[in-house]
């Protein structure tokens, strides 16, 4: 994601009621997410960092408060036998009906596993185009 496209994205983002958003991020936040869960990625290192993470079209993206309840949770239920099958996916939230969703870290596609109708299904081809579809879209 290029700078100005991050500009407008997290003016976007600042135009949004507070309600709808959390703070953003400090990097001690985020390194001590990524000591004990790995690294975040990079595009959504920036939105955490310069956004918080909240509202995002009909998503709610969580902030660095709630990210580390997150990865503990999606972990333990992949463990459970009928869990999450969702693999190489950094879970960024969780949607309207309980589904993870997440940055596919290999190919940087957002996807989501759907609990009701099984499978796992492309949100985005991208972070970029996912926050530009939830930010941009209704401009």
């Known amino acids: 994601?290029?700078?100005?496209?991050?500009?407008?994205?997290?003016?976007?983002?600042?135009?949004?009621?507070?309600?709808?958003?959390?703070?953003?991020a400090t990097e001690g936040q985020l390194?001590?997410?990524?000591?004990?869960?790995?690294?975040?990625?990079?595009?959504?290192?920036?939105f955490l960092l310069q956004c918080g993470g909240g509202t995002i079209g009909s998503e709610w993206v969580d902030g660095i408060d709630e990210l580390p309840?997150?990865?503990?949770?999606?972990?333990?239920?992949?463990?459970r036998e009928a869990g999450w099958t969702m693999a190489g996916v950094f879970v960024i939230g969780w949607d309207?009906?309980?589904?993870?969703?997440?940055?596919?870290?290999?190919?940087?596609?957002?996807?989501?596993e759907d609990h009701n109708f099984g499978g796992i299904h492309e949100l985005a081809p991208s972070f970029e185009a996912f926050l530009e579809r939830g930010l941009l879209s209704n401009r």
């Open 1 to 24: 994601m290029n700078d100005s496209k991050r500009d407008q994205l997290a003016d976007a983002f600042a135009a949004l009621p507070d309600g709808c958003k959390h703070a953003s």
């Open 31 to 46: 390194k001590a997410f990524e000591s004990t869960f790995g690294p975040i990625p990079d595009d959504f290192r920036w």
């Open 69 to 79: 309840e997150t990865h503990r949770r999606f972990r333990a239920e992949c463990e």
């Open 96 to 112: 309207g009906g309980g589904n993870p969703f997440g940055i596919e870290t290999p190919t940087g596609k957002v996807l989501v």
